[in-house]
């Protein structure tokens, strides 16, 4: 079985109100890239991945006048992808929702939110994604109230053979010091997004453990704008968002495993991988980062066969076909990761 993830770069641009592809020559929110570039440049890229379930970060918006599983299926009805069925949970307000699309002959899924709802002032306790998370974040003695802009995706999944695990899908704050506009407003805003950012992590930890300490398979996978060593003001923290999710310094039944993020804690000087590659105008370079995980469980660990990172200058085979190799690049600002599990 293949689990993917895929950080698709404003998706929502591809469709109109009624969740129909504009396959046309207008501008995509991509840089440069037209929406019949990018529609079939993502139709080539998620059939040659061919996987059983993609956690899509980014997905098409839903609001009161568009809906997130109609543009969804729409899409994989034009591409004749298996992976034909869309599932969504909270809706959020960034026009970036978090969906799965996956195969209804090899899966079902439900989704299945964990923790208690809260007001507005919120539970330090593991509460529902979609509530509030109390936590001292600037060390002033008077916690901070937490909350997603996208609350992680939480499934229930079981394979057509009877095996159950659960999926959570993640799409963590980002640490970019937006509208900033001196390098003391940088500073400032990217500590504050930071803190933000573990606090988003802390608060998915705490249900991590949950799920394991109850013995639960669990695949935690998407965009976690975040990595060891990623930047300096990790320094003033100690750890990154993902070695917290991890659960590195637990003992060895509380922690997840993503073979990339353990490359990535050897140390600055170690091949890093990398899932994300953006365009710096100012600079006219590339700027690459590892940010797109997919972890699992220990039970699930010793399942694994393969995690891929679907980057075309760093995975031989995928260079050696222009066309995928080319779709890649189109598609999107992220490469999508995946798993293959024996399951």
Request: glycine share 6%; hydrophobic share 40%; proline share 6%.
């Amino acid at each position: 079985m293949r689990i993917a993830t895929y950080n698709v770069e404003w998706f929502d641009q591809l469709f109109d109100d009624d969740g129909r592809l504009l396959d046309d020559q207008a501008w995509s929110g991509r840089h440069d890239v037209r929406r019949a570039d990018q529609i079939a440049a993502l139709g080539i890229v998620f059939t040659a991945m061919d996987a059983d379930a993609v956690m899509i970060i980014e997905a098409p918006d839903h609001n009161g006048r568009r809906a997130t599983v109609p543009a969804l299926e729409g899409f994989a009805a034009a591409m004749d992808l298996r992976a034909c069925r869309a599932i969504t949970g909270f809706e959020n307000d960034t026009q970036q929702e978090i969906a799965l699309l996956y195969d209804p002959d090899t899966l079902s899924v439900r989704h299945d939110p964990q923790g208690a709802p809260t007001g507005k002032k919120g539970s330090a306790d593991a509460p529902r994604f979609d509530g509030v998370f109390r936590r001292d974040v600037d060390v002033d003695a008077e916690p901070e109230l937490i909350r997603f802009s996208k609350p992680p995706l939480e499934l229930a999944v079981e394979t057509a053979s009877g095996t159950a695990f659960r999926m959570i899908g993640v799409h963590a704050k980002s640490k970019a010091p937006h509208g900033a506009r001196t390098p003391e407003e940088v500073t400032r805003l990217s500590i504050e997004n930071r803190r933000k950012q573990l606090a988003q992590c802390i608060w998915l930890r705490q249900r991590v453990v949950g799920h394991l300490s109850a013995g639960d398979p669990l695949v935690v996978l998407g965009d976690f704008n975040d990595g060891p060593g990623l930047d300096e003001y990790e320094k003033l923290f100690g750890r990154s968002g993902v070695e917290i999710v991890l659960g590195n310094e637990e003992r060895p039944g509380l922690r997840l495993f993503d073979p990339h993020a353990r490359q990535a804690l050897q140390g600055r000087l170690a091949a890093q991988p990398i899932t994300a590659r953006f365009f710096i105008a100012s600079e006219g370079r590339y700027l690459s980062a590892l940010l797109d995980y997919i972890m699992v469980s220990p039970d699930l660990r010793a399942r694994a066969r393969r995690w891929r990172i679907w980057h075309p200058f760093d995975d031989p085979a995928l260079y050696r076909v222009p066309e995928l190799r080319d779709a890649l690049l189109t598609a999107s600002d992220h490469f999508p990761v995946t798993l293959d599990l024996d399951l």
